[in-house]
């Protein structure tokens, strides 16, 4: 839950919702750089909708196994983020397509929103580990 550095976790989300606005707008090829970013979490990295879609179905697995409510409640919130995660690879792809920063600044309140969910998701996880 604390990271030693503030690239990963919810604190590397959060980080990253201040920095798209700034790369947005230092970019020499936005349409490049913002859809191949939306590929890449969609389809081959582990930030972004693919691995929160891997992730929600491994504790989908383990609730029906366990029977532990609270990996219940983290499943849920991750069904959420995998979904937000997709809408902010499709608000790459717009902002790709159209050169538009607003659809930056969206993507920037979702990815805040991500980071709130995914430290619920991840602290009630802990609890149960804890005992």
């Known amino acids: ?14 980080k990253t919702s201040k920095e ?16 191949t970013t939306a590929m890449l979490m969609e ?13 929600r179905d ?8 366990t029977k532990i409510e609270e990996i219940n409640k983290s499943y849920k919130i991750f069904v959420d983020t995998a ?3 997709r809408a902010v690879s499709k608000l790459f ?3 790709g397509d159209k ?5 930056i600044y969206k993507a920037s309140e979702i990815l805040v929103e991500l980071a709130d969910k995914e ?12 005992g």
């Open 93 to 95: 792809i717009k902002a």
């Open 1 to 14: 839950m604390n990271p030693p550095i503030q690239n990963i976790s919810y604190k590397g989300i959060l």
């Open 83 to 85: 979904l937000l995660w």
């Open 58 to 65: 491994f504790l989908k697995e383990s609730y029906q196994k």
């Open 119 to 130: 430290k619920r998701a991840m602290s009630i996880l802990l609890n149960v580990c804890q």
């Open 20 to 35: 798209i606005i700034k790369w947005f707008k230092r970019s020499k090829d936005v349409e490049g750089d913002f859809k």
């Open 43 to 55: 389809k081959a990295g582990t930030g972004g909708a693919l691995f929160r879609n891997l992730y």
């Open 99 to 103: 050169k538009d920063i607003e659809y």
